[in-house]
């Protein structure tokens, strides 16, 4: 088991990958230091000596600079580093493209094929309430339905898309609720929806029927609360009248090019940009390979590494996309007085995450080295394969179901402190450190902690690909077996 990393070679700093005291040692390279202070694992040790004011590198770029002068074994964090990032930038296009190391497979999944050409990996029934006032009457609907059914098959599971939004709401906020939802309606991991309404809401359902554009009529109802005498007879009897038209559903083989995968970490730690964040990239490099699809979110979380994105764009179009992402998002920032560098939370801290850049430059691991195909806004759908990048920011609950609405049916999301949450797809958790998934079976679904134990990384990669393809043929994760389906929507205006 490797216990200590220099991560790249013009790094001056490496990670601990167990817990040192001081005293003790390690060699980088044909290099002795001894450690001066106790370090946990995960954090960063000085490898040289680092002056005041010279930049502290990881990755092979830099994640801050020096406070002060750090001697060699000492400790490196937020006690003596400090973030170098600044408000909006100017970027020059400098294309540099990686060729894919990977051919095509052929492998394929059992999916659901929707009638406009779609896959979904699930066949659920869902309750999509246009506003948060009938969320209760959206689960005494499924709890009746449930219980007078039965046997729900062929539908997976049954569940509301319970938000607290669809009211009181003006501009983009009400833009970004109707379209959220809209995609919602329309994903194919739902073989069948009831958009609930109220009936006097900002979200009208007549007008937001409107905006659904071209649906299935024979997987689609909607029914307004207030314009009913007994709305949870009426949702009961749409429900069932639901489940008759989807009798003849079905699995079938489908390529694994279908696939649309959203990438996300949340509860990160010092490992994160060393084993599950490298697996997801290589996992994108794949994808990408087999004409698949993966999308990149967290836009403050590429603060700081923003220019290896820029530097993989398809072109100088794609390129001019990232640079109005990242520094729109600055300006978001600034708009409300706030500093664009203060992301790591104190459990990114707690596990050796010291500045933005230091947790950008792992967050952007999961991306690989795919060439970027596109750049897309929160709330718009997928339309070319490859790499994307999405428009949503860090907060797990939004990013996630940004990337769900996007049209991605699995989210994959490392971690490194651990989280039980889920959004409205199956969102598999990977954990960074093997003692994280052995106390937390429950929530985590794969260990990528056994890339800096013994494990080969083809073959964790290799394991990896088959369980998601295990996954997309109906093997349920954590959050589905817990019950853990949040949905969560993009605010920034005035609530009325």
């Known amino acids: 088991m490797k216990e200590v990393l220099q991560i790249n070679e013009a790094d001056n700093v490496a990670v601990a990958l167990k817990d040192y005291q001081a005293g003790d040692?390690?060699?980088?390279?044909?290099?002795?230091?001894?450690?001066?202070?106790?370090?946990?694992?995960?954090?960063?040790?000085?490898?040289?000596?680092?002056?005041?004011?010279?930049?502290?590198?990881?990755?092979?770029?830099?994640?801050?600079?020096?406070?002060?002068?750090?001697?060699?074994?000492?400790?490196?964090?937020?006690?003596?580093?400090?973030?170098?990032?600044?408000?909006?930038?100017?970027?020059?296009?400098?294309?540099?493209?990686?060729?894919?190391?990977?051919?095509?497979?052929?492998?394929?999944?059992?999916?659901?094929?929707?009638f406009d050409g779609s896959v979904g990996i699930r066949n659920e029934l869902w309750i999509v309430p246009t506003v948060g006032c009938v969320n209760g009457v959206a689960e005494q609907i499924i709890n009746i339905f449930k219980?007078?059914?039965?046997?729900?098959?062929?539908?997976?599971?049954?569940?509301?898309?319970?938000?607290?939004?669809?009211?009181?709401?003006?501009?983009?906020?009400?833009?970004?609720?109707?379209?959220?939802?809209?995609?919602?309606?329309?994903?194919?991991?739902?073989?069948?929806?009831?958009?609930?309404?109220?009936?006097?809401?900002?979200?009208?359902?007549?007008?937001?029927?409107?905006?659904?554009?071209?649906y299935d009529e024979d997987r689609v109802r909607f029914l307004v609360s207030q314009e009913v005498g007994n709305e949870i007879e009426e949702g009961v009897k749409l429900l069932k009248e639901l489940y008759n038209n989807v009798q003849s559903d079905q699995r079938e083989e489908v390529s694994l090019s279908e696939l649309k995968i959203g990438l996300k970490c949340g509860g990160s730690d010092g490992l994160s940009?060393?084993?599950?964040?490298?697996?997801?990239?290589?996992?994108?490099?794949?994808?990408?390979?087999?004409?698949?699809?993966?999308?990149?979110?967290?836009?403050?979380?590429?603060?700081?590494?923003?220019?290896?994105?820029?530097?993989?764009?398809?072109?100088?179009?794609?390129?001019?996309?990232?640079?109005?992402?990242?520094?729109?998002?600055?300006?978001?920032?600034?708009?409300?007085?706030?500093?664009?560098?203060?992301?790591?939370?104190?459990?990114?801290?707690?596990?050796?995450?010291?500045?933005?850049?230091?947790?950008?430059?792992?967050?952007?691991?999961?991306?690989?080295?795919?060439?970027?195909?596109?750049?897309?806004?929160?709330?718009?759908?997928?339309?070319?394969?490859?790499l994307n990048l999405l428009n949503a920011p860090g907060n797990d609950l939004v990013a996630s179901s940004a990337l769900a609405a996007a049209g991605c049916q699995l989210v994959i999301f490392t971690t490194g402190r651990g989280t039980p949450f889920g959004t409205f797809v199956p969102t598999m958790k990977v954990s960074t450190n093997t003692p994280l998934y052995e106390g937390k079976r429950h929530w985590i679904d794969f260990n990528a902690g056994v890339l800096v134990e013994d494990g080969s990384p083809d073959e964790v990669l290799r394991e990896f690909i088959n369980y998601i393809i295990s996954v997309a043929s109906g093997e349920w994760v954590n959050n589905e077996k817990n019950n853990f389906r949040e949905i969560s929507i993009f605010k920034t205006g005035v609530t009325l």
């Not at 999961?366 to 759908?381: A, H, I, R």
């Open 273 to 386: 940009g060393i084993t599950a964040n490298p697996l997801l990239g290589r996992l994108s490099d794949y994808m990408a390979a087999q004409g698949g699809t993966t999308v990149l979110t967290e836009v403050p979380e590429m603060f700081g590494a923003e220019k290896i994105l820029m530097e993989r764009a398809a072109d100088e179009a794609i390129f001019h996309k990232i640079v109005d992402l990242i520094n729109d998002f600055k300006q978001y920032f600034m708009d409300y007085k706030q500093p664009v560098y203060e992301n790591p939370s104190p459990g990114n801290k707690a596990g050796g995450i010291t500045t933005l850049e230091d947790k950008s430059l792992g967050c952007t691991q999961k991306s690989g080295n795919s060439t970027v195909m596109d750049v897309l806004k929160y709330g718009e759908l997928i339309t070319n394969k490859g």
């Open 25 to 114: 040692t390690i060699v980088i390279g044909s290099k002795e230091i001894k450690i001066t202070e106790d370090i946990a694992r995960g954090h960063k040790i000085a490898l040289t000596s680092i002056s005041e004011g010279e930049n502290v590198l990881k990755y092979g770029y830099p994640i801050g600079h020096a406070k002060a002068p750090i001697a060699p074994g000492e400790w490196v964090h937020t006690h003596n580093t400090k973030t170098k990032l600044t408000g909006v930038e100017e970027y020059t296009f400098e294309q540099k493209l990686t060729p894919d190391p990977f051919k095509a497979e052929n492998l394929t999944f059992k999916g659901y094929r929707r």
């Open 147 to 214: 219980a007078e059914v039965g046997d729900i098959t062929p539908f997976d599971n049954v569940l509301v898309l319970k938000h607290n939004y669809g009211c009181s709401q003006l501009g983009d906020d009400h833009d970004n609720t109707r379209t959220i939802l809209a995609n919602a309606v329309k994903h194919p991991n739902a073989g069948a929806v009831l958009v609930l309404g109220l009936g006097c809401e900002n979200n009208n359902l007549h007008i937001f029927k409107d905006m659904l554009g071209s």
